[in-house]
């Protein structure tokens, strides 16, 4: 429409997105208010648990994580793939490695983020299937106090890849080439199915439908309720 096209809408646009998301968010806000100047930004930031609750409690319209609840009812965007990739300290022998054996993690001293986190979730996940017995040793608050901590010697950890700089020794840590290792995981906006969203919040799901994000999303023409 005519109010668009000069990019004239007024309003704000409210999301959260789970903390892994803080490290590629800005530029597609960036790029969304170079189509919509007059809408305002209200981003929040915070794990999977706080981001499920703010949809529960409509504190937000629009979501991003990669491990969305069953309630309340969502509709859901494929956005890009998030590997979960094992890391520790630069120099730890696994590194060289062509590859090494998911048991080998048994007993290994490993962090983790706290409970709430979509990453601590899926780690476990990922432990229990496998049956994997790390020893705890640590548990952290941020992907970035776990990739200092890992640096620092502390233990092993798995992460975002997108969390870490492209080459990874420039924070500290190799990734390890265990077995079964990235996991592979995507991450999808969501908004409840059952609530009318704003024109800003709209206009952001067709800017992304529009524009998919890390050029390897999923096509994103087909979002449905979930
Ligand atoms: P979180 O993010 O660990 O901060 O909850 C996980 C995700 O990428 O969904």
């Given at each position: 429409?005519?109010?668009?096209?000069?990019?004239?809408?007024?309003g704000r646009l409210r999301i959260?997105?789970?903390?892994?998301?803080?490290?590629?968010?800005?530029?597609?806000l960036?790029?969304y208010t170079?189509?919509h100047?007059?809408i305002e930004i209200e981003l929040?930031?915070?794990?999977?648990?706080?981001?499920?609750?703010?949809?529960?409690?409509?504190?937000t319209e629009l979501?991003?994580?990669?491990?969305?609840?069953?309630?309340?009812?969502?509709?859901?965007?494929?956005?890009?793939?998030?590997?979960?990739?094992?890391?520790?300290?630069?120099?730890?022998?696994?590194?060289?490695?062509?590859?090494?054996?998911?048991?080998?993690?048994?007993?290994?001293?490993?962090?983790?983020?706290?409970?709430?986190?979509?990453?601590?979730?899926?780690?476990?996940?990922?432990?229990?299937?496998?049956?994997?017995?790390?020893?705890?040793?640590?548990?952290?608050?941020?992907?970035?106090?776990?990739?200092?901590?890992?640096?620092?010697?502390?233990?092993?950890?798995?992460?975002?890849?997108?969390?870490?700089?492209?080459?990874?020794?420039?924070?500290?840590?190799?990734?390890?080439?265990?077995?079964?290792?990235?996991?592979?995981?995507?991450?999808?906006?969501?908004?409840?199915?059952?609530?009318?969203?704003s024109l800003a919040a709209r206009r952001f799901?067709?800017f992304?439908?529009?524009?998919?994000?890390?050029?390897?999303?999923?096509?994103?023409?087909?979002?449905?309720?979930?």
């Amino acid at each position: 429409d005519l109010q668009a096209l000069h990019g004239l809408e007024r309003g704000r646009l409210r999301i959260a997105g789970v903390t892994t998301t803080e490290y590629f968010i800005a530029q597609w806000l960036r790029r969304y208010t170079d189509h919509h100047p007059g809408i305002e930004i209200e981003l929040a930031v915070d794990n999977r648990d706080a981001v499920v609750r703010r949809l529960q409690q409509d504190d937000t319209e629009l979501a991003v994580m990669m491990m969305p609840p069953q309630a309340p009812p969502l509709q859901r965007v494929p956005l890009m793939r998030n590997p979960l990739v094992l890391i520790g300290p630069l120099g730890h022998p696994w590194a060289g490695a062509r590859r090494v054996p998911r048991a080998a993690l048994n007993g290994q001293p490993m962090l983790m983020r706290e409970a709430g986190s979509g990453t601590r979730l899926a780690t476990e996940a990922y432990l229990h299937t496998h049956g994997l017995t790390p020893t705890l040793r640590a548990t952290l608050g941020s992907n970035e106090a776990i990739k200092h901590a890992v640096a620092a010697g502390l233990g092993l950890a798995v992460l975002s890849r997108h969390a870490l700089a492209d080459d990874p020794a420039h924070d500290g840590v190799a990734v390890l080439p265990v077995a079964g290792f990235p996991i592979e995981r995507r991450w999808l906006l969501v908004w409840r199915s059952d609530r009318r969203l704003s024109l800003a919040a709209r206009r952001f799901v067709e800017f992304v439908q529009d524009h998919p994000p890390g050029g390897d999303a999923a096509p994103t023409g087909d979002s449905r309720a979930g």
